[in-house]
């Protein structure tokens, strides 16, 4: 049984360009959500997808945007990055009802902005 | 949203039993406590979760004293494997569309020595 499932691992963008990440969840998870850790700090959350609509937002800026696909995967878009945007990108899958096992983390994307 | 506050780090040596206490002094009546175990460059891990009292499971132990204002995970003979951040969290886990509002602190860095 996979686990979320994140792509790419790394990547390296110049500042101003634009990122896609993509995220597939466990099976039988049907809601997404997106984290930013900053070195040494603990995961920030950006925002959450159920039902292939954004349903809760974190203090993030618009420049950040999201999609849930019909088979429950996801996206998450940076557009006009900045050098701060370099963090590691960590996806999460978990049930909207009926709680289990919490969050279910992938290894994340480490994204570099030169 | 309840926030918590636990040590920045703590030390240990392998085979020791080691307690992280988290003190979350506004916890609400909804409100689960969960912990989190991430090693650097991957996701964090659910280690477990409880509302009251004592939960056990194979990894390890939480104690929730009647108050709930505080918590204290467990980690029964500790190996060097076990160096990692652990994270306390609070929110409302009866429904698991809002767990994308849980808020990771910085945690605490356990290191287990030789």
């Known amino acids: 049984d996979a686990g979320v499932t994140q792509s790419p691992t790394h990547l390296i963008k110049t500042r101003g360009q634009q990122v896609t990440l993509r995220c597939s969840p466990k099976?039988?998870?049907?809601?997404v959500s997106w984290y930013q850790q900053a070195l040494g700090q603990g995961p920030q959350f950006i925002f959450q997808y159920y039902e292939e609509e954004e349903r809760q937002r974190g203090n993030f800026p618009d420049r950040f945007s999201g999609h849930q696909f019909p088979n429950y995967s996801s996206e998450l878009n940076v557009n006009a990055l900045l050098l701060g945007d370099s963090a590691l990108y960590l996806c999460a899958s978990s049930l909207a009802f009926g709680f289990t096992d919490g969050y279910t983390f992938g290894s994340g994307t480490r994204l570099t902005v030169v | 949203l309840a926030k918590t506050t636990q040590p920045i780090s703590m030390d240990s040596y392998e085979g020791q039993e080691v307690n992280i206490t988290c003190s979350h002094n506004?916890?609400?009546?909804?409100?689960?406590i969960t912990w989190y175990q991430q090693f650097p460059s991957q996701g964090p891990r659910f280690i477990i979760q409880?509302?009251?009292t004592k939960v056990t499971n194979e990894v390890a132990s939480l104690f929730i004293p009647a108050d709930r204002k505080s918590s204290t995970l467990s980690l029964p003979r500790v190996s060097l494997s076990d160096t990692a951040v652990y994270y306390c969290l609070v929110g409302d886990m009866t429904n698991g569309g809002s767990q994308g509002n849980l808020i990771f602190g910085k945690g605490t860095k356990l290191s287990v020595k030789p």
């Open positions: 099976s039988g998870h049907d809601t």
């Open positions: 506004n916890i609400a009546t909804n409100d689960y």
């Open positions: 409880g509302y009251k």
